[in-house]
């Protein structure tokens, strides 16, 4: 029986999954760079912070009290230590009755100097919020329409304006301070007054947000790394390895 003419053309075989040396060898370097990547980058934040801290320590650190004057190397952290124990130092002298004295009679000082003064109150009063616990600057996250129409931008919600700004913000609808977080470094970015009808809060905590910025929307949300994603990519190249190898062995003679 001959072909008709018209009969559909044979559909290509779906190429078979590429189980050779080279794919081995990628998938290895997969679950490698999955597994090794965050724990480096990890330790060389942390070991950037030790060293950044040690570097601005120890020169106030006299030559007596460095591990390095009795041993043949330097101790890294150790100015993390000491800068450790200094601050929480200060902070019990500051409890109390002298400490709160002697801080007032600084703060008078400081107030007295016109370009130190607005410095200092701004600074005191960040880290007043931020380390407190008790603000609720940037602790919500929202989505304003920005940079156009149509287009969104997660912002940390911060605190309402003075009577004063507000009073001079056009219309009567209440105004609430935001902080839009550039991508990747969200260190840096734009402050705005917006409507607070304009926000739209989502259920999003800052470190969250903070991610899905510096990753540029890579990781989203509600996706936290899957230890078993490595165990995974292993697991696919143990089957590629075991394919390949079946497939290089040389099948039994049929005995009729």
């Known amino acids: 029986m001959t072909p008709r003419d018209d009969a559909p053309a044979p559909l290509d075989p779906l190429p078979e999954p590429h189980t050779g040396l080279m794919g081995r060898f990628r998938n290895y370097f997969l679950t490698g760079l999955v597994v090794t990547g965050p724990i480096a980058i990890t330790l060389y934040l942390v070991w950037w912070f030790v060293t950044w801290v040690d570097g601005v320590v120890r020169p106030f650190v006299p030559l007596a009290y460095r591990p390095e004057t009795y041993l043949p190397?330097?101790?890294?952290?150790?100015?993390?230590?000491?800068?450790?124990?200094?601050?929480?130092?200060?902070?019990?002298?500051?409890?109390?009755?002298?400490?709160?004295?002697?801080?007032?009679?600084?703060?008078?000082?400081?107030?007295?100097?016109?370009?130190?003064?607005?410095?200092?109150?701004?600074?005191?009063?960040?880290?007043?919020?931020?380390?407190?616990?008790?603000?609720?600057?940037?602790?919500?996250?929202?989505?304003v329409e920005f940079p156009s129409p149509g287009m969104w931008s997660i912002v940390l919600i911060s605190q309402s304006p003075n009577e004063d700004i507000a009073r001079n913000l056009p219309g009567q609808e209440e105004h609430v301070s935001v902080f839009l977080p550039c991508s990747p470094n969200p260190t840096t970015g734009f402050f705005f007054y917006v409507p607070k009808s304009k926000i739209i809060e989502v259920d999003l905590t800052a470190e969250d947000a903070a991610t899905l910025i510096m990753s540029a929307g890579v990781v989203q949300p509600g996706s936290a790394p899957d230890p078993k994603k490595a165990a995974a990519l292993a697991g696919m190249a143990n089957a590629a390895r075991i394919a390949n190898a079946s497939a290089l062995q040389p099948e039994p003679a049929k005995v009729e």
């Open 73 to 143: 190397y330097v101790v890294p952290g150790w100015g993390l230590v000491v800068a450790f124990f200094t601050l929480t130092l200060v902070g019990f002298l500051a409890a109390n009755l002298i400490g709160r004295t002697l801080v007032d009679v600084g703060e008078t000082f400081l107030g007295r100097i016109p370009a130190v003064r607005a410095i200092y109150r701004g600074l005191k009063q960040v880290f007043e919020t931020l380390f407190s616990g008790k603000g609720s600057s940037f602790r919500k996250v929202g989505l």
